[in-house]
């Protein structure tokens, strides 16, 4: 287990190691994040939707198609000079190589997310107050999932034309349960509702969290091995 | 002409004939629905669309789409090609399905609820399920190589598989408008004799219009995976 657990920490530490070092795909999501969010300001009518009514909904949106975005570049960089080959030869469990390229993917799509949510409430003038820690719970929780799938299919993409098209439409799918309840949790956090309100939806995120996790490690070797 | 060939003709012509059959059957279907059926009291003569909307989704929902993600698990455990063939006909059959679902539904809930469309649950889990077919054929038709098409397609079918559950608990929090089951419940069914038989042959020919899909689309991808394997040979 310890081994395992090394390994994977050997892939995520190369992947963000390699990202840290060019920032391209990092900064293109945030900056994409930023530009949603701006988008999301010009298309609605500030005189007659509150901004609070909005707000879960705009979080969400600009969350599910940054994710995307940030998830699409984890199997794509291996494809040049044959380096997933390489990392397929290398001595590690297929475990261990789906858990790195997660725990890579999950820190990526985090980092961009920490971007986000600050310029979220600078852009909307919210007041976020005691809903932060819940609303930070709820980000963790659907990531967990999402990413996990996310993980998988961009393997998958990464091997087919138009990977940056594929992403997105098998997986969308598969983000809007976690999504559906992440919204049902930022509603009542948002409007200061007590915690019975809240942990329904966080149940559900953790429930989804261990199934596709799970799923996610079991099924990575038929995607990888041929 | 290979075996391979020979037996991909074979099928496709049995493909043909059932569907044949199944499409008379279909149109024997509505006629018995909209001449020897009673009207129903409340809806009158839109409830005649129930005849073709409730078998399709039966159907899709019980038989075509699980048999999908199915062939989808044994074929990653096997690794058998004609399961990886049966998954990709039943997918697109489930499609169609799918389709016939989506498109009566609301041609029904316009005169009787008022509207085209609703966030219902039901409503809701099949398009979902419409859309996880559709990024099914989309990721299939960007693979060249047949085995990671197959192992991939099985991995999304058996993902979607688990999917589904959540969908249903994540959409059922809504309360639905969509009429609850007449048929398939745990007392017994609570529709007119008349009615009843309308319904069940019209279950039987969606059956057999699955049936008459999917062996002719199995045919055509046999002949297909044969014509690839005479030009690679």
Redesign the interface.
């Known amino acids: 287990m310890g081994r395992a657990l090394r390994h994977a920490l050997a892939i995520a530490g190369k992947d963000l190691r390699m990202e840290l070092r060019t920032r391209t795909s990092l900064l293109s999501a945030a900056v994409f994040a930023a530009l949603v969010l701006m988008v999301f300001n010009f298309a609605r009518d500030p005189t007659a939707v509150a901004t609070v009514d909005l707000a879960p909904s705009i979080l969400w949106v600009t969350v599910t198609f940054a994710s995307v975005v940030a998830m699409n570049r984890a199997f794509t960089v291996e494809r040049e000079n044959g380096a997933f080959d390489g990392l397929l030869l290398a001595p590690v469990s297929r475990e261990s190589l789906y858990l790195g390229k997660y725990l890579a993917n999950l820190a990526f799509v985090l980092i961009v997310e920490a971007i986000t949510l600050p310029l979220f409430v600078l852009f909307f003038n919210l007041d976020l107050g005691g809903a932060l820690p819940g609303l930070l719970l709820t980000l963790l929780l659907a990531t967990i999932g999402f990413v996990a799938v996310g993980t998988v299919f961009s393997a998958m993409v990464a091997k087919t034309r138009f990977a940056e098209l594929m992403l997105p439409i098998l997986l969308l799918p598969f983000m809007v349960p976690p999504l559906i309840f992440a919204v049902k949790t930022t509603v009542p956090l948002f409007a200061g509702r007590p915690l019975s309100d809240v942990l329904p939806g966080l149940r559900f995120l953790a429930l989804y969290d261990v199934a596709f996790v799970t799923l996610s490690v079991l099924l990575f070797s038929a995607v990888v091995d041929e | 002409m290979t075996p391979d060939a020979a037996r991909a003709r074979s099928l496709m012509t049995r493909g043909v004939v059932l569907t044949v059959l199944a499409l008379i059957g279909q149109a024997a279907v509505m006629l018995l629905a909209i001449q020897f059926t009673p009207v129903e009291a409340r809806q009158g003569m839109a409830q005649k669309i129930f005849y073709v909307h409730v078998p399709a989704a039966v159907i899709a929902l019980w038989v075509a789409v699980p048999l999908t993600a199915f062939a989808g698990l044994l074929y ?1 455990w096997l690794h058998d090609p004609r399961l990886d063939r049966f998954a990709a006909a039943s997918a697109e059959v489930s499609t169609v399905l799918c389709g016939i679902v989506l498109a009566t539904g609301p041609i029904w809930g316009k005169p009787i609820w008022g509207t085209w469309w609703t966030w219902d649950g039901r409503l809701t889990l099949t398009l ?1 399920l419409f ?2 077919l ?2 099914y054929h ?2 299939r038709a ?2 060249r ?1 047949p ?2 098409r197959a ?2 397609s ?3 079918g ?2 979607g598989l ?2 589904v559950p ?2 249903h ?3 059922y ?1 809504w309360r639905g408008l969509h009429p609850q089951p007449v048929v398939l419940k745990p007392s017994a069914p609570s529709l007119p004799p008349e009615m009843l038989r309308t319904l069940l042959s019209g279950f039987a020919v969606a059956f057999l219009l699955y049936l008459g899909f999917v062996t002719l689309r199995y045919g055509i991808q046999l002949a297909r995976d044969a014509r690839e394997a005479a030009h690679a040979g």
């Open positions: 990653l979902f859309f996880l559709l990024g989309t990721l960007a693979i190589d085995g990671d192992r991939f099985a991995v999304l058996v993902m688990v999917l959540f969908i608990l994540s959409v929090l």
